[in-house]
């Protein structure tokens, strides 16, 4: 089964940067994309970064020239590397996979920034 698990969330100052990690199993995920979300409470989940399998990225105008997203196919890890954060960074993120017309995601980091 797919499975995806995300770590790396923490507690962190304004400008300060955090860098998270997703873990796939279950699958062969090259040939697919992935993609960080968040929801904030009382918010809609929104699509951070994504990256194809040709390691195209998009991200979200909010996170352009802050965050990064890669992935190492070897590892069966995508990364979200999180620069200059700000207080509306503060969310859970989630790691995401789509797999023909399914969706698979983890369980959830947590971000807070916060002084």
């Known amino acids: 089964q797919v499975q995806l698990v995300e770590s790396g969330g923490g507690l962190v100052q304004p400008g300060g940067s955090l860098r998270l990690s997703c873990a796939a199993s279950?699958?062969?995920?090259?040939?697919?994309?992935m993609g960080w979300y968040r929801q904030a409470p009382g918010k809609q989940r929104e699509l951070v970064a994504l990256?194809?399998?040709?390691?195209?990225?998009n991200y979200a105008d909010s996170v352009k020239g802050r965050f990064t997203i890669s992935r190492v196919n070897a590892k069966n890890t995508v990364y979200l590397q999180m620069n200059s954060l700000k207080p509306e960074d503060q969310a859970v993120y989630y790691c995401n996979v789509k797999i023909g017309f399914a969706d698979y995601w983890g369980q959830g980091t947590q971000v807070t920034v916060s002084s």
């Open positions: 990256v194809t399998s040709d390691s195209r990225t």
């Open positions: 279950g699958r062969i995920f090259s040939i697919y994309p």
